[in-house]
């Protein structure tokens, strides 16, 4: 069995990755009320579209940039943010690209700003897989084999 010591910076990494991924669940439960009963279950006072995008959606890309950001600065990658890195990246992307392919926008500028910021976030996810395990080969010992 074993056991794994987090330090503080992993448990915030995972904590704001947890929040991120919480307010993108709530944007996009709220945002799909909303098409079907013209209102979602936020309160109508929140201004939810201040730039064309909803302040949670906002929210989310930030403390997703700013877990990998926190999370890279130690030797440690813990799997709960980079799955939720991956996982909340392709969310963002994928819902965009739905979003637009519904309205039949197209995929106007700010549209494609917010999906290539989706897979953005994927990637930093899938980024922390591959330096994990770039650690964990380079801390194996090597050793020569005899040729016969």
């Not at 448990?11 to 993108?24: F, G, K």
């Not at 813990?78 to 969310?91: P, R, S």
């Amino acid at each position: 069995m074993k056991f794994e010591i987090k330090s503080s910076n992993q448990r915030v990494s995972e904590l704001l990755a947890t929040i991120a991924m919480t307010l993108l669940l709530i944007h996009i439960i709220d945002g799909s009320i909303e098409r079907i009963y013209k209102h979602g279950f936020l309160p109508e006072t929140i201004d939810k579209r201040p730039f064309g995008v909803s302040n949670l959606g906002i929210s989310s890309i930030f403390l997703f940039f700013l877990a990998f950001g926190i999370e890279t600065r130690k030797m440690n990658i813990a799997k709960v943010t980079t799955t939720l890195l991956i996982v909340g990246g392709a969310l963002i992307g994928t819902t965009v690209l739905g979003v637009s392919v519904m309205d039949k926008w197209g995929l106007v500028p700010r549209l494609l700003i917010l999906c290539t910021i989706g897979y953005v976030i994927m990637g930093l996810g899938i980024l922390n897989v591959c330096q994990k395990q770039d650690k964990k080969s380079s801390s194996l010992p090597s050793f020569v084999v005899p040729s016969i």
